[in-house]
Protein backbone atom coordinates (compact mmCIF):
# COMPACT_ATOMS: atom_id res chain seq x y z
CA UNK A 1 0.00 0.00 0.00
CA UNK A 2 1.06 3.71 -0.74
CA UNK A 3 1.38 6.15 1.78
CA UNK A 4 1.45 9.25 0.49
CA UNK A 5 2.09 13.02 2.66
CA UNK A 6 2.38 16.62 2.22
CA UNK A 7 0.56 19.42 0.45
CA UNK A 8 1.68 21.30 -2.40
CA UNK A 9 0.22 24.73 -3.70
CA UNK A 10 1.31 25.32 -6.97
CA UNK A 11 0.14 26.83 -10.49
CA UNK A 12 -1.37 24.90 -13.67
CA UNK A 13 0.33 26.82 -17.02
CA UNK A 14 -1.92 27.74 -19.57
CA UNK A 15 -1.69 24.58 -22.03
CA UNK A 16 -3.27 22.68 -18.63
CA UNK A 17 0.58 21.14 -17.72
CA UNK A 18 1.02 20.62 -13.72
CA UNK A 19 4.40 20.16 -12.34
CA UNK A 20 4.40 17.56 -9.97
CA UNK A 21 6.41 18.35 -7.07
CA UNK A 22 9.69 17.16 -6.72
CA UNK A 23 9.08 15.73 -3.39
CA UNK A 24 5.77 13.96 -4.11
CA UNK A 25 7.48 12.27 -6.81
CA UNK A 26 9.96 10.92 -4.37
CA UNK A 27 6.89 9.37 -2.89
CA UNK A 28 5.95 7.21 -5.42
CA UNK A 29 7.70 3.73 -6.14
CA UNK A 30 10.38 3.89 -9.39
CA UNK A 31 8.11 1.61 -11.27
CA UNK A 32 5.66 3.58 -11.54
CA UNK A 33 6.78 7.08 -11.32
CA UNK A 34 5.91 8.29 -14.51
CA UNK A 35 2.86 6.57 -15.29
CA UNK A 36 -0.59 7.80 -13.76
CA UNK A 37 -4.25 7.74 -14.38
CA UNK A 38 -6.32 11.06 -13.72
CA UNK A 39 -9.97 11.16 -12.62
CA UNK A 40 -12.90 12.51 -10.81
CA UNK A 41 -12.22 12.30 -7.15
CA UNK A 42 -15.24 11.17 -4.88
CA UNK A 43 -15.28 14.96 -3.58
CA UNK A 44 -15.22 18.04 -5.82
CA UNK A 45 -11.24 17.09 -6.74
CA UNK A 46 -9.15 14.93 -9.36
CA UNK A 47 -7.06 11.84 -8.29
CA UNK A 48 -3.95 10.96 -9.49
CA UNK A 49 -3.42 7.39 -9.01
CA UNK A 50 0.44 5.69 -10.04
CA UNK A 51 -0.88 3.11 -12.51
CA UNK A 52 -0.11 0.40 -9.80
CA UNK A 53 -2.33 1.87 -7.43
CA UNK A 54 -4.91 2.11 -10.13
CA UNK A 55 -4.19 -1.94 -11.82
CA UNK A 56 -4.94 -3.33 -7.89
CA UNK A 57 -7.71 -0.80 -7.50
CA UNK A 58 -9.55 -1.81 -11.04
CA UNK A 59 -8.12 -5.55 -10.30
CA UNK A 60 -10.02 -5.54 -6.91
CA UNK A 61 -13.25 -4.01 -8.22
CA UNK A 62 -13.15 -6.71 -10.89
CA UNK A 63 -13.43 -8.97 -8.35
CA UNK A 64 -16.18 -7.56 -6.10
CA UNK A 65 -18.24 -5.94 -8.37
CA UNK A 66 -20.59 -7.35 -11.11
CA UNK A 67 -22.12 -5.66 -14.47
CA UNK A 68 -25.29 -7.60 -14.16
CA UNK A 69 -26.15 -5.84 -10.96
CA UNK A 70 -27.50 -2.14 -11.89
CA UNK A 71 -25.58 -0.45 -8.91
CA UNK A 72 -22.67 -1.86 -9.91
CA UNK A 73 -23.09 -1.36 -13.24
CA UNK A 74 -23.86 2.47 -12.15
CA UNK A 75 -21.16 3.32 -9.92
CA UNK A 76 -18.55 1.52 -12.65
CA UNK A 77 -19.75 3.48 -15.52
CA UNK A 78 -19.55 6.32 -13.05
CA UNK A 79 -16.45 6.01 -11.99
CA UNK A 80 -14.06 5.16 -15.05
CA UNK A 81 -16.07 8.02 -17.60
CA UNK A 82 -13.56 10.59 -16.32
CA UNK A 83 -10.41 8.06 -16.14
CA UNK A 84 -7.50 8.89 -18.53
CA UNK A 85 -4.39 7.66 -19.02
CA UNK A 86 -0.85 10.32 -18.23
CA UNK A 87 2.29 10.28 -18.88
CA UNK A 88 5.13 12.39 -16.76
CA UNK A 89 6.45 14.91 -19.50
CA UNK A 90 10.64 15.46 -19.00
CA UNK A 91 9.81 18.17 -16.99
CA UNK A 92 8.07 16.11 -14.32
CA UNK A 93 4.62 17.35 -15.49
CA UNK A 94 1.11 15.79 -16.60
CA UNK A 95 -1.49 17.62 -18.90
CA UNK A 96 -4.67 17.78 -17.01
CA UNK A 97 -7.53 17.90 -20.09
CA UNK A 98 -9.75 20.69 -19.94
CA UNK A 99 -12.65 18.77 -19.70
CA UNK A 100 -11.35 17.35 -15.86
CA UNK A 101 -10.16 20.86 -14.65
CA UNK A 102 -13.77 22.57 -15.70
CA UNK A 103 -15.69 19.21 -13.49
CA UNK A 104 -13.58 20.35 -10.58
CA UNK A 105 -13.10 24.35 -11.41
CA UNK A 106 -9.65 24.08 -11.58
CA UNK A 107 -8.46 27.49 -12.83
CA UNK A 108 -4.66 28.29 -12.43
CA UNK A 109 -3.60 28.21 -8.85
CA UNK A 110 -4.08 24.29 -7.30
CA UNK A 111 -3.66 22.65 -4.20
CA UNK A 112 -2.53 19.09 -4.09
CA UNK A 113 -3.11 17.07 -0.63
CA UNK A 114 -1.82 13.78 -0.26
CA UNK A 115 -2.44 11.82 2.03
CA UNK A 116 -2.70 8.23 3.24
CA UNK A 117 -3.09 6.07 -0.46
CA UNK A 118 -4.62 9.51 -1.88
CA UNK A 119 -3.12 12.25 -4.34
CA UNK A 120 -6.05 14.99 -4.90
CA UNK A 121 -5.63 17.40 -6.99
CA UNK A 122 -7.71 20.47 -5.87
CA UNK A 123 -8.54 24.15 -7.13
CA UNK A 124 -7.84 26.43 -4.69
CA UNK A 125 -11.19 27.72 -4.19
CA UNK A 126 -12.67 24.48 -4.07
CA UNK A 127 -10.26 23.44 -1.74
CA UNK A 128 -9.85 26.01 1.05
CA UNK A 129 -13.68 26.05 0.67
CA UNK A 130 -13.42 22.06 1.80
CA UNK A 131 -10.99 22.47 4.42
CA UNK A 132 -12.85 23.41 7.93
CA UNK A 133 -11.90 22.15 10.73
CA UNK A 134 -15.09 20.18 11.77
CA UNK A 135 -16.36 21.41 15.42
CA UNK A 136 -16.13 18.14 16.80
CA UNK A 137 -12.90 17.07 14.95
CA UNK A 138 -11.93 15.43 18.77
CA UNK A 139 -14.91 13.72 19.43
CA UNK A 140 -14.70 12.25 15.45
CA UNK A 141 -10.76 11.30 16.33
CA UNK A 142 -11.96 9.48 19.52
CA UNK A 143 -14.29 7.19 17.25
CA UNK A 144 -11.67 6.92 14.96
CA UNK A 145 -9.04 5.71 17.32
CA UNK A 146 -11.43 3.44 19.20
CA UNK A 147 -12.46 1.52 15.90
CA UNK A 148 -8.64 1.30 15.09
CA UNK A 149 -7.94 -0.16 18.68
CA UNK A 150 -10.77 -2.80 18.50
CA UNK A 151 -9.08 -4.23 15.15
Known amino acids: MLIFTGRYEIKIDAKGRLKLPADLLRQVPEETRTTYVLNKGLD ?19 KQLS ?3 NEDRQFLKYFYQGAINV ?16 LVGIKSDIVINAYHDAIEIWGSEA ?3 DLKEPENFADMA ?3 WSKLSNK
Open 44 to 62: NCLRLYPIQQWKQITEEMA
Open 67 to 69: YFR
Open 87 to 102: ELDGSDRILVPKRLQD
Open 127 to 129: YYA
Open 142 to 144: DAI
